[in-house]
């Protein structure tokens, strides 16, 4: 059973920042590539960054480049967004979520069927 919690949400001014926490439970965190998504009241989940396995390879929302960081330390099963610069639009509740199956598909998956797994969610409140 694998089990993702998210930490590192709440309230912060525009321009501030946030780092965003998600511990992997189970011996193969190592072997996914990891996700982060957000999704605002009613909107879908959206994607926002992703890791390769290794930490080799990332890939980020066109509204998240250069302002966000993903990062994971397979030594910890843990896996960060830090997110800076943030503006109101970043508000959401915000998903950690692991892809099992990168490694057989060859690349990083964006969207939400990629994912098997996925945490509660912690909230991000950005005003203005």
């Known amino acids: 059973q694998v089990q993702l919690v998210e930490s590192g949400g709440g309230l912060v001014q525009a321009g501030g920042s946030l780092r965003l926490s998600c511990v992997v439970s189970g011996r193969t965190f190592s072997t996914y590539a990891m996700g982060w998504f957000r999704q605002a009241p009613g909107k879908e989940r959206e994607f926002v960054a992703a890791?390769?396995?290794?930490?080799?390879?990332?890939y980020y929302a066109d509204s998240a480049k250069g302002r966000f960081t993903i990062l994971r330390d397979n030594a910890k099963n843990m896996v960060y967004l830090q997110m800076n610069s943030l503006k109101p639009e970043d508000t959401a509740v915000y998903y950690c979520?692991?892809?099992?199956?990168?490694?057989?598909?060859?690349?990083?998956?964006?969207?939400?069927?990629?994912?098997?797994?996925w945490g509660q969610g912690t909230q991000v409140t950005v005003s203005s």
């Open positions: 890791i390769w396995w290794s930490g080799s390879s990332t």
């Open positions: 979520a692991a892809d099992r199956d990168s490694w057989r598909r060859g690349r990083i998956g964006t969207s939400v069927p990629d994912y098997n797994y």
